[in-house]
């Protein structure tokens, strides 16, 4: 906390004190009273509002999965009153954090990010007709894995069935690269 906030040659200076955020503890003794009877093995110190002070009122003993959400760099959503980190939502929501970011990226509405079902069951609808993935792969010409994948990462199901494989030559094998 004091390196952070005091010494300007600190690595993480330019986060914490070259933004003004202070250390409010005058002494040790001040931080081990406020601190010390929460503490826990495998905690580390961290910020409930990341922009504020280090003091007792903004303070509270964390996990390593904590200290990783209050990175100012972290995308948070907000659907239906709640805002948790977009890695929240995905593990909520029963999807991968890499596809929910991906939908994020491409421009999806909040709402259907995070409401659109990766896999709507085993059956696929596209153009009119409804069949299971492994026969949309085999209609395609597309391994089952590729398809999968693709939708896993997020893709539409119209882009997922109509863009084309690149498959790389290694001897006398194909190997499909899932068109990516």
Partial sequence: MLQRCNYPK??????YGAKGIKVLWDRFSDFERDMGPTYADGLTIGRIDSSGHYCKEN?????PAQQNRNYS????????????????????????SRALGKRIRDGWS?????TEPIFKGSII????????????????????KTLCKRLYDGWTIEKALTTPVKSQIHGNAVYDSGGL
């Fill in 10 to 15: 600190a690595i993480s200076f330019n986060y």
């Fill in 59 to 63: 303070c509270r003993w964390e996990t």
């Fill in 73 to 96: 760099r972290n995308v948070n959503l907000t659907w239906n009153g709640k805002t948790q980190c977009v890695e929240d939502w995905a593990k909520e929501l029963g999807m991968s």
């Fill in 110 to 114: 909040t709402e259907r990010a995070l």
């Fill in 125 to 144: 609808a596209f153009g009119g007709e409804s069949r299971s993935i492994t026969q949309w792969a085999e209609l395609k010409n597309i391994q089952v």
